[in-house]
T-cell receptor
């Protein structure tokens, strides 16, 4: 089955700096790669996603890049703010019977943005 | 609130007891997923419904676990003869059943503690 590795496990940056989180996946059939932000005690919230036919996607301060050949994808957060502090999870998925998709998550990155 | 809802939010039970959790997806979403999340880990896929049909089950879902979605709307997850290893956050997610639409939206979860 799919295996997703995520690095680093913890990341501390100064406010205004950039943060980069990297993930690799194993199943070449995976075609959808979402990123979730989870604050303590809250539900995972989708912040950005990318499909395998696209190499890069940007939404304001957040961008995701995908290298299908190397099977890795990355999350980039620019101009970090204290409210960006949370655990970030990457996931990889492929289509299931009926059209749904099974998400396989990484182990998470605890991002801390310091003042 | 038009998001995914789950009840109860917390459940404490003694080992050997049965528990049942409920998930109400976003109203127009016909795909529903259950995941389990333990401390410090990403969510792990358990099962998937397209309308009332259960189309995929993880090997993680032992015989003690059963999920239903009888009318294609809300879903229940039952754990029989609970064990301490079942202690986790049980998350439900829903998605619109449109080809190429992959986004999954999570509920707040039910935190299960087995004593």
């Amino acid at each position: 089955g799919e295996n997703v590795e995520q690095h680093p496990s913890t990341l501390s940056v100064q406010e205004g700096d950039s943060a980069v989180i990297k993930c690799t996946y194993s199943d070449s059939a995976s075609n959808y790669f979402p990123w979730y932000k989870q604050e303590l005690g809250k539900r995972p919230q989708l912040i950005i996603d990318i499909r395998s036919n696209v190499g890069e996607k940007k939404d304001q301060r957040i961008a995701v890049t995908l290298n299908k050949t190397a099977k890795h994808f990355s999350l980039h957060i620019t101009e970090t703010q204290p409210e960006d502090s949370a655990v970030y999870f990457c996931a990889a998925s492929k289509e299931l019977t009926g059209g749904g998709n099974k998400l396989t998550f990484g182990t998470g990155t605890q991002l801390k943005v310091e003042l | 609130d038009t998001g995914v809802s789950q009840n109860p939010r917390h459940k404490i039970t003694k080992r050997g007891q049965n528990v049942t959790f409920r998930c109400d997806p976003i109203s127009e979403h016909n795909r529903l997923y259950w995941y389990r999340q333990t401390l410090g880990q990403g969510p792990e896929f358990l099962t998937y419904f397209q309308n009332e049909a259960q189309l995929e089950k993880s090997r993680l879902l032992s015989d003690r676990f059963s999920a239903e979605r009888p009318k294609g709307s809300f879903s229940t997850l039952e754990i029989q003869r609970t064990e301490q290893g079942d202690s986790a956050m049980y998350l439900c997610a829903s998605s619109l059943g449109v080809p190429g639409y992959n986004e999954q939206f999570f509920g707040p979860g039910t935190r299960l503690t087995v004593l």
